[in-house]
T-cell receptor
């Protein structure tokens, strides 16, 4: 069975602060994919990143960065210099790389960025 | 490239009624998955269709069903609605096979169903 835990239910920061969203996962699969999605108030899940379990390199995309550590089963997401537009619910998700699979989501972290 | 289209955006139904939701995937994508999102349970997988066949099913009662048409559009149906079925229903589109099997899932904006 797979499980994704996002221990932080809600985080509030002031604009320009850095913020890290935690994601810890459990899986028995040897290969898998990890994802981060953003859900603004409109409801649509917006894809942010996909990471293959073989690739432990950290990734940076603009103000976003991801730290994947297989040894601790964590895939954390950092927003640098947060902006009000970053306010949303962020979901971490997992799927095994075995045939056709489904996403297992964490409960999500609501990020509130105030001016 | 058009995204994933879900209709309708909002629905209000009465307990005991049935409802049909529609999802049109990205052109060329053959896999459509459905997820239910509620405040209590979060995002839960309902089922996945590929080339008109259900490939995977989540742990939901038989009142929840779906189908996929030859043009990859999918519908999900909920019969005998209960108050607890009130949720945001999200549809996800993906290529569904080959090297892009787990490339990523593009979600629609969802259908918000309220059962009264």
């Amino acid at each position: 069975a797979q499980k994704v835990t996002q221990a932080q239910t809600e985080i509030s920061v002031v604009e320009k602060e850095d913020v890290t969203l935690d994601c810890v996962y459990e899986t028995r699969d040897t290969t898998y994919y990890l994802f981060w999605y953003k859900q603004p108030p409109s409801g649509e899940l917006v894809f942010l990143i996909r990471r293959n379990s073989f690739d432990e390199q950290n990734e940076i995309s603009g103000r976003y960065s991801w730290n994947f550590q297989k040894s601790t089963s964590s895939f954390n997401f950092t927003i640098t210099a947060s902006q009000v537009v970053d306010s949303a619910v962020y979901f971490c998700a997992l799927t095994p790389n075995s045939g056709y699979s489904t996403l297992t989501f964490g409960k999500g972290t609501m990020l509130l960025v105030s001016p | 490239k058009a995204g994933v289209t879900q209709t309708p955006r909002y629905l209000i139904k009465t307990r005991g009624q049935q409802v049909t939701l529609s999802c049109s995937p990205i052109s060329g994508h053959r896999s459509v998955s459905w997820y239910q999102q509620t405040p209590g349970q979060g995002l839960q997988f309902l089922f996945e269709y590929f080339s008109e066949t259900q490939r995977n099913k989540g742990n939901f009662p038989g009142r929840f069903s779906g189908r996929q048409f030859s043009n990859s559009r999918s519908e999900m149906n909920v019969s005998t609605l209960e108050l607890g079925d009130s949720a945001l229903y999200l549809c996800a589109s993906s290529p569904g096979q080959g090297a892009n099997l787990n490339y990523g899932y593009t979600f629609g904006s969802g259908t918000r169903l309220t059962v009264v």
